[in-house]
């Protein structure tokens, strides 16, 4: 066991060390936010995004231990004439409070589906405070001649934490860890929530069990 939570504590290490995003900072941070903590599995992501000419790069850390999530994002910022800097957002969120695991996966020519192959792309929504996202779009009719200007319509969504990886952009590898993870993830929200459904079981059965002995006292 300990060897195993050594290897897995080892490939984290590996992966952030491997994006060349202030591989010492963030491996610094993680560390600091697991403190003894045993790393079940882990995601790393990177995204970097072109804005004219200025280039911003956001990376999200992802660990699952034995009862939590915790959650890194670490952006670079360049301010104009002084030396970059990292703005940095830290959570640990306990297994027991999220509330939803939502995987969505994306396959190119289902018709050619080969069983194994798996998805090109991997969206990973997890939600635990309630809060949502309005997702708004051009609404549309089912006339495809219609050019009428039908409104707007959308959908919300709820999230705390949205992560997109695929085969394309991230490689083949890094989809087939974001989706064992977030199985993995899913899996432990699943057992963490047991022991809150049964108690919120059992309190409501003592409730009905309370109504009944107190109905009877009425008939007497």
């Not at 049964?198 to 109905?215: F, I, K, N, Y």
Request: with cysteine; proline share 3%.
């Amino acid at each position: 066991m300990a060897e195993h939570a050594a290897d897995s504590r080892a490939a984290l290490d590996a992966d952030l060390s491997l994006t060349g995003f202030y591989p010492h900072l963030v491996t610094d941070l993680v560390a600091e936010e697991l403190a003894e903590a045993t790393v079940v599995s882990h995601l790393v992501q990177m995204e970097t995004h072109v804005d004219r000419a200025e280039v911003h790069r956001h990376l999200t850390v992802l660990v699952l231990t034995s009862h939590d999530l915790v959650i890194l994002h670490v952006d670079d910022q360049d301010p104009e004439g002084g030396t970059g800097r990292a703005n940095v957002s830290a959570e640990t969120v306990s297994l027991a409070r999220v509330d939803s695991v939502v995987i969505s996966s994306v396959y190119p020519e289902p018709d050619r589906y080969v069983a194994g192959s798996g998805p090109r792309e991997l969206t990973l929504g997890v939600a635990w405070s309630g809060g949502q996202r309005l997702d708004v779009y051009s609404a549309a009719c089912n006339d495809p001649q219609c050019d009428a200007d039908h409104g707007f319509t959308g959908q919300s969504v709820r999230e705390d934490l949205l992560v997109r990886v695929s085969a394309d952009a991230d490689g083949r590898d890094r989809l087939t860890q974001a989706r064992a993870f977030a199985k993995r993830l899913r899996a432990a929200t699943a057992c963490a929530a047991q022991p809150r459904d049964t108690a919120a079981g059992r309190q409501e059965h003592q409730g009905r069990r309370g109504l009944v002995r107190s109905s009877r006292g009425d008939h007497r």
